[in-house]
């Protein structure tokens, strides 16, 4: 394996390290805890006999589990397989055959009797984009459109009905109704629940399936699955060894050194992995990571370390895209500045010819207007302002970075992106602002404390208080309430036909995604917490027993 040092990412970033001293030379103390990793990842060594055995069997058991699939053809043990399939992290293998599979699931529209198999097909065609209506759930409606009280026994059909719900659209009240109901029924019967079942409803409750990540949730699903007394031995096999093939952060060189504000270089691949994980999407994963790292390092020096007057001169030498702005730039900001000219450039130099500029001039475009809105916020910092809703969400959607960085995700994939997709982008469809949206309300919801502890601008909460004239509790719900509204208008639009492939599109939600599961126990990003370690340790760390 190539030396940890000689990764892209490493290579990317050429000048000094950042002065943390400031005008007055006296160091610049942060409000960030340092790294919690230490150097813990520089020390990796591959065992190469044991990863080629581990990759021979691979092969031979994606071999049988397509034989699986084919003398399941038709049934309903076909559709719990693709499920096992898709929770147990290894659906990437097996593309064309799930999407041929659930095509005639679709067209072969059969009407099943019982809530556990109505719901799972319903989830499973939505994922896909399927347009499945929802009153395949009306059966189960008693005279008053309420749901039956004799479902309330059935603890797995009412967990299949919980997941399959959060695919919802605007105007779907059976959707919305089966949410509460789904959701009453399982608090409640998690007092009398053990064993695996009740494992599975706790972490459903916490967090729905629509808002995970797939490839972190395979790290759970494997714990529960083998516990279960009939379970899949070949898919649970193949999950294992595929697990522990895939634990990607040694492909980016995490013993690079680049003094950063939040040193969270391993929390920032562990967010980007949740985007793309698969090994066809290595170069787009490569790319995006070193831009979400450029990213966290501005933002940490316009809420912490700059002033007001540099800030304004680095945007603007930004905005100029001219290394020889350097000159204009006081020192301790020249090395930030040279680090995104450098490592747009490479990320350039890395596309293939008809790729090139279409690309990275975007990516140049989205990167000047994400800093010009850090400026807009510190602004209103300086000024004590308290926007309004419309005029912070004006500038925080860009600020929260969504667009940057699903640009930089798009930049490395192949020819699903065309230009077309890049012109896209430059519309600010209501796809990707929603899923800006998403990702600026919770955040401000789990950070805002944190952030109000020193000089930092307004939070969309504090914009809706001050509006409205209400409680932060009464503002903290209605701002959760947009949330699920913008969760609703994305699961539309990933409906077919869609605009560009569900490939391209999944990014979108997979970075929305991971806002969710970065802010579930609070900002796990900035703190750090003990939930995201383990999350980290699980995914990068700790290999799964064979």
Not at 147 to 171: I, M, N, P, Q, R
Not at 511 to 536: A, F, P, W
Request: charged share 25%.
């Amino acid at each position: 394996m190539a030396s940890l040092n000689s990764s892209p990412l490493s290579s990317a970033v050429h000048p000094p390290p950042l002065n943390r001293k400031n005008k007055n030379g006296a160091d610049r103390p942060s409000p960030f805890h340092p790294s919690v990793w230490g150097d813990f990842f520089i020390s990796y060594s591959e065992d190469h006999k044991k990863t080629d055995a581990w990759t021979r069997r691979v092969g031979e058991l994606k071999e049988e589990v397509k034989k699986m699939l084919i003398r399941a053809k038709g049934s309903v043990k076909e559709m719990i397989m693709i499920d096992e399939i898709q929770r147990l992290g290894v659906a990437y293998h097996f593309e064309k055959e799930i999407n041929y599979a659930l095509e005639h699931v679709y067209d072969a529209n059969i009407d099943y009797d019982d809530l556990k198999t109505v719901a799972l097909r319903f989830r499973l065609l939505r994922q896909e984009g399927y347009n499945v209506s929802s009153d395949v759930f009306n059966k189960f409606k008693d005279g008053e459109g309420n749901f039956k009280e004799g479902l309330c026994s059935d603890v797995e059909g009412l967990l299949s009905l919980y997941e399959a719900a959060f695919y919802g659209t605007h105007g779907e009240d059976t959707l919305d109704a089966a949410t509460s109901f789904t959701k009453g029924q399982l608090t409640s019967l998690m007092t009398h629940l053990d064993g695996p079942l009740a494992t599975q409803v706790g972490h459903a409750l916490q967090l729905p399936m629509r808002k995970r990540i797939a490839r972190l949730d395979a790290r759970f699903y494997i714990s529960l699955f083998q516990q279960h007394k009939q379970h899949n031995d070949v898919i649970l096999e193949l999950a294992k060894l595929d697990f522990n093939l895939i634990q990607w952060w040694k492909d980016i060189g995490l013993a690079a050194k680049y003094p950063i504000a939040r040193d969270r270089l391993v929390e920032g691949y562990f967010w980007m992995l949740g985007v793309y994980f698969e090994p066809q999407y290595a170069r787009g994963r490569n790319i995006v990571v070193r831009m979400f790292k450029l990213g966290s390092i501005i933002d940490d020096n316009f809420d912490v370390d700059g002033r007001f007057e540099d800030l304004k001169v680095f945007t603007d030498a930004i905005k100029r895209w001219d290394l020889s702005a350097m000159d204009q730039l006081p020192e301790y900001m020249r090395p930030i500045y040279h680090a995104v000219l450098s490592t747009v450039n490479e990320i350039e130099n890395e596309l293939l010819p008809g790729e090139k500029f279409f690309r990275t001039d975007l990516l140049k475009q989205e990167t000047k207007v994400l800093i010009q809105a850090y400026l807009e916020e510190v602004q209103w910092c300086n000024n004590g302002y308290v926007p309004t809703l419309e005029e912070h969400l004006k500038v925080s959607l860009l600020s929260a970075g969504y667009l940057f960085l699903t640009t930089a995700s798009f930049v490395g994939m192949g020819e699903e992106v065309t230009k077309e997709a890049f012109d896209w982008i430059k519309t600010r469809p209501k796809f990707l602002m929603d899923s800006s949206l998403i990702c600026r309300l919770v955040n401000d919801i789990e950070s805002n404390e944190f952030e109000q502890k020193r000089p930092h601008a307004a939070s969309v909460i504090e914009s809706y208080m001050k509006e409205y004239g209400v409680s932060r509790p009464v503002a903290s719900e209605k701002i959760r309430e947009m949330v699920t509204s913008a969760w609703k208008d994305m699961n539309k639009f990933c409906l077919k036909p869609t605009l560009f492939p569900l490939s391209l599109l999944t990014r979108v939600v997979n970075l929305t995604r991971m806002i969710e599961v970065i802010y579930l126990h609070g900002d796990g990003y900035t703190n750090c917490s003990r939930e995201i370690k383990e999350m980290i340790k699980s995914m990068f760390v700790d290999p799964i027993p064979l």
